[in-house]
């Protein structure tokens, strides 16, 4: 079975930095995007930044220049450094990845991971 396992959040301070991992394991055949979510009390969960397996990558408006995304093809693994960290970047963020597993080559998949809290207050 394919897994998502995030690491990385926690408390800071505004204008701080905060550098998240995800990392995906289990029969995984092919990467076709990864991505952060996150989700604030009371909001709708959004996209925060996605890479594609091409190398191509987008943000939301309110993360440009604040936070880039990365991966690591070799341990199927996606970064996301955050810095001059806002209050308002508080919530729990979720990797996301769509792929192919070992055995079903012709169908992707999404999966997402259980979270990480990132928190962001004086």
């Not at 998502?4 to 905060?18: C, D, F, R």
């Not at 995007?33 to 309110?62: C, F, H, I």
């Not at 979720?94 to 928190?119: E, F, H, I, P, R």
Request: aromatic content about 12%; charged content about 15%; hydrophobic content about 30%.
């Amino acid at each position: 079975q394919v897994q998502l396992v995030e690491s990385g959040g926690g408390l800071v301070l505004p204008g701080g930095s905060l550098r998240l991992s995800c990392a995906a394991s289990g029969s995984i055949f092919s990467i076709n995007y990864m991505a952060w979510y996150r989700q604030a009390p009371g909001k709708q969960r959004e996209l925060v930044a996605g890479v594609a397996s091409g190398g191509d990558t987008n943000y939301a408006d309110s993360v440009k220049g604040r936070f880039t995304i990365s991966r690591d093809n070799a341990k199927n693994t996606v970064y996301l450094q955050m810095n001059s960290l806002k209050p308002e970047d508080t919530a729990v963020y979720y990797c996301n990845a769509n792929l192919y597993d070992s055995g079903s080559y012709y169908y992707a998949k999404t999966y997402w991971g259980q979270g990480t809290q990132v928190t962001v207050s004086s």
